[in-house]
């Protein structure tokens, strides 16, 4: 690993196509030179400014069909015109043509605040420069009234050690525009970020997961709030803990 070359190999890497043995040589140098951990926060930063600002369009296979239906029809030579049925036609096909922009907008958000989650994980875990908690955790107790007149809101904190995912603590992040609370936990070797701020869905949603670079992002809403966790911890235990987050978000008066 050498500066000459690492711009292209931080690319590969960010991109998830680096051979593992060069992923690891990357993340050694990484750790070890300011200049390219640097340039490495600056390169996250745009890719997730440029998701965030340059949505991505992809025309429905509803529209490609209803496109593609008049063609293979054959032509009635002599057939009187009928203008109302282009009309019609033109007029569905704007109907699909919104809905499809306004489900691309949809996605290209989502993936732009999972891209800035995802962001502030890595971030949290860099050696030497990295921010994982601004306060320590002895209990829920520390870290709650910790967040009080830092945020527009007071987050709920529980803490599960004695199901093997200790609080480690909590800190302040900035994600998709805002000041959010993200709390710290632990599960042996490996730390989970979860990440919430108040819902804006007003309402229940299902659990959604991906996974990027070998980290997993589970997200859900519930009425009041909105839930990210990140970890690189292995999915079957990372959807354990995210059930006792959920058990104890029910059960909260």
Same mark, same amino acid.
């Given at each position: 690993?050498?500066?000459?070359?690492?711009? &292209?190999?931080?690319?590969?890497?960010?991109?998830?196509?680096?051979? +593992?043995?060069?992923?690891?040589? $990357?993340?050694?140098?990484?750790?070890?030179?300011?200049?390219?951990?640097?340039?490495?926060?600056?390169?996250?930063?745009?890719?997730?400014?440029?998701?965030?600002?340059?949505?991505?369009?992809?025309? &429905?296979?509803?529209?490609?069909?209803?496109?593609? +239906?008049?063609?293979?029809? *054959?032509?009635?030579?002599?057939?009187? *015109?009928?203008?109302?049925? @282009?009309?019609?036609?033109?007029? &569905?096909?704007?109907?699909?043509?919104?809905?499809?922009?306004? $489900?691309?907008?949809?996605? =290209? +958000?989502?993936?732009?605040?999972?891209?800035?989650?995802? #962001? &502030?994980?890595?971030?949290? $875990?860099? *050696?030497?420069?990295?921010?994982?908690?601004?306060?320590?955790? @002895?209990?829920?107790?520390?870290?709650? *009234?910790?967040?009080?007149?830092?945020?527009?809101? =007071?987050?709920?904190?529980?803490?599960?050690?004695?199901?093997?995912?200790?609080?480690?603590?909590?800190?302040?992040?900035?994600?998709?525009?805002? =000041?959010? +609370?993200?709390?710290?936990?632990?599960?042996?070797?490996?730390?989970?970020?979860?990440?919430?701020?108040? @819902?804006?869905?007003?309402?229940?949603?299902?659990?959604? #997961? !991906?996974?990027?670079?070998?980290?997993?992002?589970?997200?859900?809403?519930?009425?009041?709030?909105?839930?990210?966790?990140?970890?690189?911890?292995?999915?079957?235990?990372?959807?354990?803990?995210?059930?006792?987050? !959920?058990?104890?978000? @029910?059960?909260?008066?």
């Amino acid at each position: 690993m050498s500066h000459p070359n690492f711009e &292209s190999q931080l690319d590969a890497y960010l991109d998830g196509e680096l051979a +593992a043995v060069d992923a690891r040589e $990357l993340e050694a140098h990484v750790a070890q030179c300011r200049e390219c951990m640097e340039f490495r926060d600056r390169r996250l930063a745009l890719r997730v400014a440029i998701k965030a600002r340059v949505p991505t369009f992809q025309a &429905s296979d509803v529209l490609r069909q209803r496109v593609r +239906a008049p063609m293979r029809k *054959p032509s009635m030579v002599g057939s009187r *015109p009928r203008p109302w049925r @282009s009309l019609a036609i033109a007029a &569905s096909l704007a109907v699909v043509a919104l809905g499809t922009w306004q $489900l691309a907008a949809r996605r =290209s +958000a989502g993936e732009a605040l999972a891209g800035d989650v995802f #962001t &502030s994980h890595v971030r949290s $875990l860099m *050696p030497g420069g990295g921010h994982l908690t601004d306060v320590l955790s @002895s209990d829920q107790h520390t870290v709650k *009234p910790w967040f009080n007149g830092k945020l527009d809101y =007071s987050p709920p904190v529980y803490d599960f050690a004695g199901r093997g995912y200790p609080l480690l603590g909590g800190r302040l992040d900035y994600v998709g525009g805002r =000041s959010v +609370a993200a709390l710290v936990y632990g599960r042996r070797q490996h730390v989970i970020n979860v990440v919430l701020w108040p @819902s804006a869905r007003g309402g229940d949603l299902g659990p959604t #997961t !991906q996974t990027r670079q070998g980290y997993h992002l589970l997200h859900w809403n519930t009425p009041a709030y909105a839930y990210w966790v990140v970890s690189d911890l292995g999915l079957t235990e990372l959807r354990e803990f995210s059930r006792l987050l !959920q058990q104890a978000d @029910s059960a909260a008066p």
